[in-house]
């Protein structure tokens, strides 16, 4: 088995799938956190034009209690109240990956949507590169809904199994990506980076 590695799961702004995965692997044993890459959280709303907007760093409970005051029939059956729920069992507020350079650096970086992908890519390569160490940076195209961040949360905790249990996850990750592609029948984008 190689080193135990550091993982961050990052999505756009609403932190449902990173959250799944994030609750996930942490039940798991895995050093795992994660963050969203838009400028606020937004949640589902009464309708499309009126989501919910929060700071990141705004307390899941808060979130949760100010939701549950507003509409709990509305929160409860378009999923968002169990969300952070969950999400209040994992940590205590969102945070946003680009401002997460206090967190230290991650060996794996998985991405739900290759617009975030970008972003990571673009936010490290900005980065001024001190240690010359390399991360891995994965995208797993996941939709946005529940039951595929469910369902991508499960694909990514077997997949950072793979990465986890690797020798050395530099020189085998071009046959853990074509087997877990195999496998799946699903493509995933892979680069590295260096912080």
Same mark, same amino acid.
């Given at each position: 088995? &190689?080193a135990?590695l550091?993982?961050?799961?990052?999505?756009?702004?609403n932190q =449902?799938?990173s959250? #799944? /995965?994030? /609750? +996930?692997?942490?039940r798991h044993?895995f050093?795992?956190?994660?963050?969203? $890459?838009?400028? %606020?959280?937004?949640?589902? &709303?009464?309708?499309?034009?009126e989501p919910n907007?929060y700071?990141?760093?705004?307390? @899941?409970?808060s979130? %949760?209690?100010?939701?549950?005051?507003k509409?709990?029939?509305? @929160?409860?059956?378009?999923?968002i109240?169990?969300? +952070?729920?969950?999400?209040?069992? !994992?940590?205590?507020a969102?945070q946003?990956w680009?401002? =997460?350079? /206090?967190?230290g650096?991650?060996? !794996? !970086?998985?991405?739900?949507?290759?617009?975030?992908?970008?972003?990571?890519i673009?936010?490290l390569s =900005?980065?001024?590169?001190?240690l010359?160490?390399s991360v +891995?940076i994965? =995208?797993? #195209?996941?939709?946005?809904? %529940? #039951?595929?961040? /469910?369902?991508? &949360?499960?694909?990514?905790?077997e997949?950072?199994q793979?990465?986890?249990?690797?020798?050395?996850?530099?020189?085998?990750?071009?046959?853990?990506?074509?087997?877990?592609e195999?496998?799946?029948?699903r493509?995933?984008l @892979? $680069?590295?980076?260096?912080?």
């Amino acid at each position: 088995m &190689g080193a135990k590695l550091r993982y961050a799961m990052v999505c756009s702004s609403n932190q =449902n799938r990173s959250m #799944e /995965a994030h /609750a +996930l692997l942490k039940r798991h044993g895995f050093d795992v956190s994660s963050y969203g $890459t838009g400028a %606020h959280v937004k949640l589902p &709303g009464p309708s499309l034009r009126e989501p919910n907007v929060y700071d990141f760093g705004t307390p @899941y409970k808060s979130m %949760h209690d100010e939701l549950r005051r507003k509409d709990p029939d509305l @929160y409860k059956r378009n999923g968002i109240l169990p969300m +952070l729920k969950r999400n209040l069992g !994992v940590k205590n507020a969102p945070q946003r990956w680009q401002d =997460n350079a /206090a967190d230290g650096c991650f060996d !794996v !970086v998985v991405t739900f949507e290759e617009k975030v992908f970008n972003i990571v890519i673009e936010d490290l390569s =900005n980065r001024k590169q001190v240690l010359i160490r390399s991360v +891995l940076i994965i =995208n797993l #195209e996941v939709k946005d809904n %529940h #039951e595929e961040a /469910a369902t991508g &949360g499960k694909l990514t905790l077997e997949l950072c199994q793979e990465i986890e249990s690797a020798d050395c996850w530099e020189d085998a990750i071009d046959d853990i990506v074509a087997a877990f592609e195999r496998q799946h029948k699903r493509k995933l984008l @892979y $680069t590295i980076s260096f912080y």
